[in-house]
């Protein structure tokens, strides 16, 4: 295939997105501190190459081929964070034949990598599905395809940019997007250090409480006697309790307690009227590194080792390249916080988490 030219590669991206975040006037958010000298160092573009792993993936010298342009792409964010020891996820909307993405590093001072990554479809892999009450903040929908993309131990914090194009199954090959990455230290707003414990939240305009019902469903079922019965709140979920450490070595923990109830089939199908089994309790034990980003006053939870109960069974792990866990906007007002995030299921849910200590 054609290898695009330093020169070639360059000139399409005239107009691309510049790494530096925009000034900010420091008055007008409440939670700004001061910015982080670390992060602002620009990357070269062959160390951070060469850090940059991705299960499955094939590197390749030279320059990633000849974009054709007859496939559409698009991602949503074009600048993102990544995170030490970790690394950063790459999401998007891909077509039915979709077959690999190249992704090539460069510096922002224009600087391409002497190589790129050829990611075949068949390497990507649906993430674990969590229990933990902040990890809807990174729920992937169906449709998406998520990349994952880790970090080895020698990056350290600082920018750099990417180049990503996909292909297909026939060679066709998009045009590239450019996406700028700012690797954040850990930590970073010491007003955040301390042990928040959940008060309420505020889900699409509805007030939950600790301890009341949320993401109820209902269900329609047929009796014995082939009547229709509908079953109000068949099954709903309930956060008894959430405790969320921030610590000041840039570490944290958190411990979410919480019930199920769920509807017995067999017996309201047979009695044709609403029974209930006994409520099912579980918690989540979530423990990591923790970061902010004061241009955007948003925080991050990179977990590296959980704990999930439900009932009688435990599950543990380690997570050796870490995984986002929450990554959401937050306001500190004194010994009271509010995480804000949206997540997707079937309709788009808005929800403000409020915490005090």
Known sequence: MKKINLILLASLFLGVISC??????????????????VEDVVLEANSVSQGLTVDGANRITGNAPTPTGNIPFAIDETNQSGFLNSGFDITFDAPQNFAGAYLQVRSNDGTFA?????????????????SGILSKSNQKMDNEVEIDVNFGNDIPPGKFCYLI??????????????????????????????????????????????????????????????????????????LESFALTINSDGTYEYRSDDTEKNFDYSASVENCEATFGAEGSGYYISKGNWAYDEEEGKLSLVEFEYVEASGDQIFDGTLEDGEVDFDGDVTIDGSNMVVKFSYED????????FLSK
């Open 165 to 238: 194009c996909i292909y297909d199954n026939q060679g066709n090959i998009s045009e590239p997007v450019e996406v700028c990455v700012e690797i954040e230290a850990w930590g970073g707003n010491s007003a955040l250090v301390g042990t928040w414990n959940y008060t309420k939240q505020i889900e699409n305009g509805v007030t939950i409480l600790p301890g009341e019902e949320s993401d109820c469903g209902d269900a329609t079922i047929v009796c014995a006697n082939e009547q229709e019965l509908v079953i109000d709140n068949a099954y709903c979920y309930v």
């Open 114 to 130: 002497p190589d790129y990554l050829d990611i075949p479809s068949s390497s990507i892999r649906a993430g674990r599905n969590k």
């Open 20 to 37: 530096s975040s925009d000034d900010e006037n420091p008055n007008s958010n409440p939670n700004q501190v001061d910015p982080n000298p």
């Open 346 to 353: 079937d309709i788009v849910y808005n929800v403000e988490f």
